[in-house]
């Protein structure tokens, strides 16, 4: 069985300073895993994917991840946060062929 | 290209009515889902497709009937609405788990 665990429901950070939103996962099988970014009363749009190719992940906007398998863990990291980051972030984890979960969201704050 | 339609886009019921969230999608995807998300809870997954005629349940399947005639079409039937499915409901597609998601506009169900 595969789950997620975002370990902070809130971030608040000033614009310009690092941002660092936290996941765990647990999984069966090797999974894919993904970071989604969800703006104020918006859809769901992908910031980034691992797949086994590489540790680090570049997504959009800036945005990175590590897979750290000894750990467990795929944490979003940007240098400097800007108000358009402003969002709901959420970690995802699914294994090629099986179905998606969602962790419960990290909603991050920018504060000027 | 339209990628995933989901209508309506909001939707008010009395308890006890029946409706259809309707969801196409024009990539030739294999993998449908519906999700329902609610504040603090991340996304849910409600009923979820690998193919034409075959369905399966996700983690909250209750009050909630799919079918998947076509490739292009996934409906959500609510069979006799309750107020605790009052929720945003999403529709996504990917080529199978594990391969991005690709999300709908989301539906807005208020049921009084």
């Known amino acids: 069985a595969q789950s997620v665990t975002q370990l902070d429901s809130h971030v608040s950070v000033s614009e310009g300073t690092p941002v660092l939103l936290r996941c765990n996962y647990s999984?069966?099988?090797?999974?894919?895993l993904f970071w989604y970014v969800q703006h104020p009363n918006k859809g769901l749009q992908l910031l980034l994917k691992y797949t086994s190719a590489a540790t680090l992940v570049k997504g959009i906007n800036g945005f990175e991840a590590e897979f750290k398998k000894s750990e467990t863990s795929f944490h979003l990291t940007k240098p400097s946060a800007h108000m358009s980051d402003a969002a709901e972030y959420f970690c995802v984890v699914s294994p090629y062929g099986q179905n998606f979960v969602f962790g419960p969201g990290t909603r991050l704050s920018v504060l000027p | 290209n339209a990628g995933v339609t989901q209508t309506p886009k909001f939707q008010v019921l009395k308890t006890g009515q029946s409706m259809t969230l309707q969801c196409a999608q024009d990539m030739n995807h294999e993998y449908m889902s519906w999700y329902r998300q609610d504040p603090g809870m991340g996304l849910r997954l409600i009923h979820y497709?690998?193919?034409?005629?075959?369905?399966d349940q996700g983690e909250v399947p209750n009050g909630y009937n799919v079918s998947r005639s076509t490739t292009e079409d996934f409906p959500l039937r609510l069979l006799s609405a309750a107020p605790s499915q009052t929720s945003v409901y999403f529709c996504?597609?990917?080529?199978?788990?594990?391969?991005?998601?690709?999300f709908g506009s989301g539906t807005q169900l208020s049921v009084l």
């Open positions: 996504a597609s990917s080529y199978t788990g594990g391969e991005k998601l690709f």
């Open positions: 497709s690998v193919g034409a005629g075959i369905t």
């Open positions: 999984s069966s099988y090797s999974p894919s």
